[in-house]
């Protein structure tokens, strides 16, 4: 699989779809979906992949064309380790491949795409609470495309969340967060 591929957009999944499919009660989040992968498609594949893996969280799903694939997920368990999970056209799992940190696959231990193996799934309170945050500050009508724990260090300095939203004239903005959720910077991506 293309990982750096898998990882290179970041979109949300309808939380509302995959949670009632799931019959679960946290939010499940996904990233990355081109353009040729439709909501209810994004929702179907998650859920597969989700249930295949044993549970966790949705961080991309792709359309992918790769050995007979038609959709690349990735999943976050709660343990923190990754799983790439390729399904074909009827959303059954053709493989599974574990990405941990310090391992064949990450053997600098820094993930694939190149983030601190430190990097940490958040809670449902926190992305709630950084959403929330990054919503008021890009303005009403704007979506959150994603939000990730920081390290807080180098340039990030003070940030413990990042949040990507898109404004209601299609702007992206990345929002630097602090641990209180108070609001640090707010750039538009050009």
Known sequence: MNIARLRSKRVIVSTVAVVAALGIGGGVWAT???????QAERDRAGTAAVQAVGGGTVV??????????AFEVEVRKDDGTEVDVALDKNFAVLTQETDTPGTDEDPDG????????GD???TGAERTSAEQAAI?????????????????????????????????????WDVALDASFKVLT?????
């Open 60 to 69: 991309d799903v792709e359309g992918d064309d790769e050995d007979g694939a």
């Open 110 to 117: 820094t993930g694939a795409d190149g983030t601190d193996a």
């Open 136 to 172: 008021a500050a890009v303005g009403a009508g704007s979506t959150v495309l994603s939000v990730e724990a920081s390290d807080g260090t180098g340039d990030d300095a003070g940030v413990a969340y990042e949040a990507d939203v898109r404004d209601s004239a299609g702007a992206e």
């Open 120 to 122: 940490r799934a958040l």
């Open 186 to 190: 707010k750039t538009e991506d050009r």
């Open 32 to 38: 990355a979906a081109g353009a040729d992968v439709g």
